[in-house]
Nanobody, 124 residues
Framework: QVQLVESGGGLVQAGGSLRLSCAASGRTFSTYTMGWFRQAPGKEREFVAANSWSAGSTNYADSVKGRFTFSRDNAKNTVYLQMNSLKPEDTAVYYC?????????????????WGQGTQVTVSS
């Protein structure tokens, strides 16, 4: 069982930055593929970024490339999402997810564990 706890959400003006954190339980954290997803009101959950440490790969959604950066600290069992140049359309609940396997897949159905989510609101 893996527990994920997100933090770092909040209200920011357009053009601003936030850093989300996701702390995970488990002794084999480095073997998990970790992902960030988001869901805006009335919309489906969508992929943001994912990282497979063992495969050495990180994927980003086209909508966030160049603005968001995924990083992880396996010693702290924590992943981060640095979000810069935020836009109002980035407003959503952001979820951290974990899956067994080496593919940093964009498919949220492939993820086994989810955090409770953290709200990010970007004002114009």
């Amino acid at each position: 069982q893996v527990q994920l706890v997100e933090s770092g959400g909040g209200l920011v003006q357009a053009g601003g930055s936030l850093r989300l954190s996701c702390a995970a339980s488990g002794r084999t954290f480095s073997t998990y593929t970790m992902g960030w997803f988001r869901q805006a009101p009335g919309k489906e959950r969508e992929f943001v970024a994912a990282n497979s440490w063992s495969a050495g790969s990180t994927n980003y959604a086209d909508s966030v490339k160049g603005r968001f950066t995924f990083s992880r600290d396996n010693a702290k069992n924590t992943v981060y999402l640095q979000m810069n140049s935020l836009k109002p359309e980035d407003t959503a609940v952001y979820y951290c997810a974990a899956r067994f396997g080496t593919r940093a897949t964009v498919n949220f159905h492939a993820y086994d564990y989810w955090g409770q989510g953290t709200q990010v609101t970007v004002s114009s």
